[in-house]
């Protein structure tokens, strides 16, 4: 059982030097964002300093230079999702885009009246909002998986819910919210038997476990570059080839059509072009690339061992404050603890915490679904990355106890 070396990953980051009010940043908040290494700064440096063109249509080197490096990424994205080809690659500005392409597009040409199209209810609202807005428009109907007391989707109601009528089943890989692993893989094996396409939102998957989307099954599957150590801006929408193929296009503009003319119908580019009209967000495109690499190089699966440990360290640590109620029990969880507290706010925990310098995340964490059926409008989380310490949960779960004290 070999341990994630730490001290090595935490030299990577900056920003992890900085203090807040005084004291040591404990960042806490990896769930909405996670930092960045300096290996992913340094690429902006170097793309600005040295070789900032525009890319796919120039013949001079720079922009020579620039292409080779974004569609480095593409392969770079495909080793990572274990995807069969590049051009099942395409490039969004996050999971959100990612979703609302599959949407308008797929969703466009194939959803109608009769249809159903199947979400869950512990959907981060960019995996619910999207499908309402077209369910409204295309008069499909929108059905939703519930969730037991755990914070677990309950398969026997999926099982029960999915029907000769559900074209597509769309659900998180981990919920953000409470930090729920889904059994995707079954979930698509049973989505297929009934004909339906299965879209996963990989958005806090990503970052915390290794990803094989062929032996997952999954037809769509996406996430952001931001929780995983890149930058913002950027993201990822996989798709298998020949869906891909058969979808029309969603923005139209340069760089994703064969021919324009007036005089016989314009031709579109093929996949990935196809889905990403205009200039895209390069130097964020190959920052990404960096990212995944250094992932790579500390290895994903010394990161889900270590985040575990400091779940299992931040869940002892806060089960003895008097009143404190974590929301998510699930068996299968990723670094991510939820919690509330009797006769503390939320917000006011947040605010409090901070200035002792832990940085933790209240709110609704846009699953807003979820937690009211948990009865509660907000909830305190802490999320864990690879640079976190047990020393951090330490601090975090001391300062809370405070928080807690002074709010009582
Ligand atoms: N899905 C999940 C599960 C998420 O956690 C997030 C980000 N909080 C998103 C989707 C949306 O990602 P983005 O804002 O980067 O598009």
């Given at each position: 059982d070999l341990l994630l070396d730490v001290v090595r990953v935490r030299r990577?980051?900056?920003?992890?030097?900085r203090e807040v009010h005084g004291k040591p940043l404990v960042y806490l908040d990896n769930a909405a964002t996670s930092q960045t290494p300096r290996q992913v700064i340094e690429v902006f440096d170097d793309y600005y300093g040295r070789y900032n063109a525009n890319i796919?249509?120039?013949?001079?080197t720079l922009a020579d230079e620039a292409t080779a490096a974004f569609e480095g990424t593409r392969e770079t994205v495909r080793s990572f999702l274990n995807a069969?080809?590049?051009?099942e690659i395409v490039f969004t500005r996050g999971t959100t885009e990612a979703i609302n392409l599959v949407a308008n597009s797929w969703g466009r040409a194939n959803l109608g009246p009769g249809d159903e199209v199947l979400i869950s209810r512990m959907e981060h609202h960019s995996n619910i909002v999207p499908w309402q807005l077209l369910a409204g428009e295309l008069g499909f109907t929108l059905k939703v998986i519930p969730v037991d007391e755990?914070?677990?989707?309950?398969q026997a109601a999926y099982r029960d819910l999915i029907?000769?009528?559900?074209r597509l089943v769309a659900v998180n890989h981990?919920?953000?919210?409470?930090?729920t692993i889904n059994p995707v893989a079954e979930m698509a094996r049973v989505a297929h038997e009934h004909g339906a396409l299965i879209l996963v939102d990989g958005a806090q998957a990503a970052p915390h476990q290794s990803i094989d989307v062929r032996e997952i099954g999954a037809d769509f599957y996406a996430f952001s570059g931001h929780k995983v150590y890149g930058p913002t801006g950027v993201g990822v929408l996989y798709g298998r080839a020949e869906l891909l193929e058969a979808m029309p296009p969603w923005q139209g503009g340069g760089?994703?059509?064969?021919m324009v003319s007036f005089e016989t119908p314009t031709t579109f580019a093929d996949i990935p072009h196809k889905f990403e009209?205009?200039?895209?967000a390069i130097a964020e495109v190959i920052a990404l690339g960096r990212a995944l690499q250094w992932v790579g190089e500390i290895g994903l699966e010394l990161i889900t061992a270590w985040e575990s440990r400091l779940l299992q360290h931040a869940t002892e640590g806060v089960?003895?404050?008097?009143g404190l109620r974590i929301l998510g029990t699930a068996p299968d969880k990723a670094g991510v603890l939820s919690f509330v507290v009797d006769g503390a706010h939320a917000q006011d925990i947040g605010l409090l915490i901070d200035q002792l310098g832990v940085a933790i995340r209240t709110g609704h964490h846009c699953a807003q679904p979820l937690l009211s059926s948990f009865g509660v409008d907000a909830t305190c989380r802490a999320s864990f990355a690879a640079y976190n310490t047990p020393e951090e949960v330490d601090v975090f779960v001391e300062g809370l106890e405070r928080v807690v004290g002074m709010l009582r």
């Amino acid at each position: 059982d070999l341990l994630l070396d730490v001290v090595r990953v935490r030299r990577d980051f900056p920003i992890l030097d900085r203090e807040v009010h005084g004291k040591p940043l404990v960042y806490l908040d990896n769930a909405a964002t996670s930092q960045t290494p300096r290996q992913v700064i340094e690429v902006f440096d170097d793309y600005y300093g040295r070789y900032n063109a525009n890319i796919h249509r120039g013949l001079h080197t720079l922009a020579d230079e620039a292409t080779a490096a974004f569609e480095g990424t593409r392969e770079t994205v495909r080793s990572f999702l274990n995807a069969a080809e590049t051009r099942e690659i395409v490039f969004t500005r996050g999971t959100t885009e990612a979703i609302n392409l599959v949407a308008n597009s797929w969703g466009r040409a194939n959803l109608g009246p009769g249809d159903e199209v199947l979400i869950s209810r512990m959907e981060h609202h960019s995996n619910i909002v999207p499908w309402q807005l077209l369910a409204g428009e295309l008069g499909f109907t929108l059905k939703v998986i519930p969730v037991d007391e755990r914070g677990v989707l309950d398969q026997a109601a999926y099982r029960d819910l999915i029907s000769e009528r559900t074209r597509l089943v769309a659900v998180n890989h981990v919920s953000n919210a409470f930090g729920t692993i889904n059994p995707v893989a079954e979930m698509a094996r049973v989505a297929h038997e009934h004909g339906a396409l299965i879209l996963v939102d990989g958005a806090q998957a990503a970052p915390h476990q290794s990803i094989d989307v062929r032996e997952i099954g999954a037809d769509f599957y996406a996430f952001s570059g931001h929780k995983v150590y890149g930058p913002t801006g950027v993201g990822v929408l996989y798709g298998r080839a020949e869906l891909l193929e058969a979808m029309p296009p969603w923005q139209g503009g340069g760089e994703m059509i064969k021919m324009v003319s007036f005089e016989t119908p314009t031709t579109f580019a093929d996949i990935p072009h196809k889905f990403e009209a205009g200039t895209p967000a390069i130097a964020e495109v190959i920052a990404l690339g960096r990212a995944l690499q250094w992932v790579g190089e500390i290895g994903l699966e010394l990161i889900t061992a270590w985040e575990s440990r400091l779940l299992q360290h931040a869940t002892e640590g806060v089960a003895g404050i008097d009143g404190l109620r974590i929301l998510g029990t699930a068996p299968d969880k990723a670094g991510v603890l939820s919690f509330v507290v009797d006769g503390a706010h939320a917000q006011d925990i947040g605010l409090l915490i901070d200035q002792l310098g832990v940085a933790i995340r209240t709110g609704h964490h846009c699953a807003q679904p979820l937690l009211s059926s948990f009865g509660v409008d907000a909830t305190c989380r802490a999320s864990f990355a690879a640079y976190n310490t047990p020393e951090e949960v330490d601090v975090f779960v001391e300062g809370l106890e405070r928080v807690v004290g002074m709010l009582r």
